[in-house]
Each structure stands twice: as structure tokens, then as C-alpha cells.
């Protein structure tokens, strides 16, 4: 069987992308045991920068890897490239998971894999002002009021007084900028998409990203959190960094392999597996984490609307992933 047949095979097609979403959807649970096994404070931003670094670093040398290795890709740029793929890795990695690694210490896993889903929908809602081909229709605005609703959703929490918001800006807020921050880095990588293979591009861009990071958790305290990190790391914490560094590699040489052989909206379709299998990943592993009525129902809603906004899309969908 060849390459092309195997990769559009439906029943194949399906499996590869809910294990790409199930890694993806997997980061939420991992990273906040990872947390726990350094016993990091809520407020120590730097030793997270470097968490953040050192894990796309090396799901960077993975993608070289891959690239090289097993899709027989050069791996070398021209000039012109290296400055929008540094301006790509400054948004698509540095700033969405400065953002995303804070906000997720002062939000429950559950919760972040829901909120994490709005970098999705802002993507479609910008989409319609930069495309002329990716106009917002009735089925999309359907499905952005589903998704929005849930997201609204998650963050109310019934009371004797009729309910209140039960959000921060550091946490819940922290993961609505991580999503906010992807959008920009989406629009650049599918810019960038039309000259150079997907797979180098997110090769580059994690790798000057995690550079970004790896030197803003340097600075601010000469190195102190790279003391805190490689010294109170246990052997769990240390296969939790592996695994996350693979989880990134992995789902996206598949994501993009299945995007490279197949229409796109058959491919997004799936992106709804991403907060669901978070949520479960993350009442699973968490000893903290439950599900109630309410959150069932905002996750019902988030993935329904991620359905109908990505159903039978025409234009490439974005890659916005914890």
C-alpha cells in the first residue's frame, strides 16, 4: 500500500488525527503534575519560561529529526525566511505559551482544555477579514455561538444570588491571551505555508521560540530557575518533559501529514477530541479535578460548536494547540 493510500484511507485517516488531538489534549493533565513534581509556586513565571524552553526545544530537534530522517526534507532556509519564522516563533511559541504555562498554574485542567478551545473560533472570526473565500456563514455563526456559549459557560458558577464569575485574569484570563496570541502566528504559518513544507516551518518556529523562552527564564534572575529545575527534578518530571516534547512533535507531523493528503475540513473536523480528551486525561490523572452538570454541558457546547465551524471547511485550518 502506498504512502498517499494510506494516509486517505478514512478509517486511518480518523484514528491518526483523535490520536494527534488525544496527545495535544493530553498537555493539560501532564503539565500541571509537572508542577507539582518541582513544586513550583504559582508566581514563579521564570522556572515555567523554562519549562516552556526546554520542551519545544526538543520537540524542535524532534521535527529535524523527522524531517530529515524520515521525510527526507532539507532542512535549510534562505535568508529571507529567517525573520518571519523568528517573528512567527516570538508569537506562535514565545508569547502563546508565556501565557498558556502561567495561565494553566492558576487553572484547573478541565477548565483550561475548554477556554484553550477559543483561539479556534477568534481564528475563524478574523478569517472572515483577511479571506474572501472564508466568509463567515450562518453554520459558522451557529457554531461560534455554541462554542462561545460554553466558554462563557464554564466560567459561571451557579450561587444562592444567582451566580457568579469564577475567573482571573492570571489564570482563566492567561489562557484566553494564549489563545488570543495564537491567532497571529496561525495567519503567518499559513502565509508561510505557500513556499516551504509545514513541518519546517513548525520545526524553525519551535525552535526560535523555545530560544525566547529559554533566555526570558534566564535573565530575570541569572539563572535561578534553571538551578530550580534541573536540581529538584524528579525521574517522573523528567519523563513528563520527554513525553511533552514528544506529544508536540508527534501530533503535529501527523496533523500536518494528514493535512498534506487530504481535504482540510475532513482532517479539523476532529480538533473537537482536543478539550474532551483534556477534560477526561485531566479528571483521570488530577486527584483534584471532577466533572460537574455544568462543565459537561460547556464541553458538550465547545466541542459541538469546534464541529459545525470546521465542517466541509475549504480554507486550511489553524494550528492552535496547547
Not at 495561565?103 to 474572501?132: D, E, P, Q, W
Not at 497571529?184 to 526560535?208: C, E, M, S, W
Not at 535573565?219 to 529538584?232: H, I, K, Q, T
Amino acid at each position: 500500500m502506498s504512502k498517499k493510500v494510506l494516509w486517505t484511507n478514512k478509517i486511518f485517516v480518523a484514528v491518526m488525527a483523535v490520536i494527534a488531538c488525544v496527545l495535544w489534549g493530553s498537555a493539560f493533565p501532564v503539565l500541571k503534575v509537572t508542577y507539582q513534581e518541582l513544586e513550583l509556586a504559582p508566581g514563579d513565571i521564570t522556572a515555567r519560561l523554562v519549562l516552556a524552553g526546554i520542551r519545544f526545544f526538543l520537540a524542535a530537534l524532534l521535527l529535524f529529526f523527522v524531517l530529515k530522517f524520515l521525510l527526507r526534507l532539507p532542512i535549510g532556509l534562505g535568508r529571507r525566511w529567517w525573520r518571519p519564522l523568528i517573528l512567527l516563533g516570538l508569537s506562535q511559541t514565545g508569547l502563546q505559551y508565556f501565557f498558556f504555562y502561567n495561565g494553566l498554574a492558576f487553572t484547573g485542567g478541565i477548565k483550561s482544555a475548554v477556554l484553550n478551545a477559543v483561539g479556534n473560533f477568534l481564528v475563524v472570526i478574523v478569517a472572515h477579514f483577511i479571506y474572501a473565500d472564508d466568509r463567515l456563514n450562518w453554520g459558522k455563526v451557529v457554531g461560534l455561538a455554541t462554542g462561545f456559549a460554553g466558554i462563557i459557560l464554564v466560567n459561571w458558577q451557579g450561587g444562592l444570588g444567582g451566580g457568579f464569575w469564577d475567573l482571573s485574569f492570571r489564570g482563566e484570563g492567561f489562557i484566553l491571551l494564549s489563545g488570543l496570541a495564537g491567532v497571529y502566528g496561525t495567519f503567518q504559518a499559513k502565509k508561510l505555508a505557500r513556499d516551504l513544507h509545514p513541518v519546517v516551518i513548525n520545526a524553525y518556529q519551535l525552535l526560535f521560540g523555545s530560544l525566547v523562552l529559554l533566555a526570558a527564564g534566564f535573565v530575570p534572575d541569572l539563572g535561578a530557575s534553571y538551578a530550580a529545575v534541573f536540581a529538584e527534578g524528579t525521574t517522573l518530571f523528567w519523563g513528563l518533559l520527554l513525553y511533552s516534547a514528544f506529544l508536540s512533535a508527534a501530533a503535529f507531523s501527523i496533523w500536518y501529514t494528514l493535512l498534506q493528503y487530504n481535504k482540510a475540513g475532513e482532517v479539523t473536523l476532529y480538533r473537537f477530541m482536543i478539550p474532551i480528551s483534556g477534560s477526561v486525561l485531566s479528571v483521570l490523572i488530577l486527584p483534584n479535578e471532577q466533572f460537574t452538570g455544568a462543565i459537561l454541558f460547556a464541553l458538550l457546547l465547545v466541542a459541538g460548536g469546534l464541529v459545525i465551524v470546521n465542517y466541509r471547511q475549504k480554507e486550511q485550518a489553524a494550528e492552535i494547540a496547547p
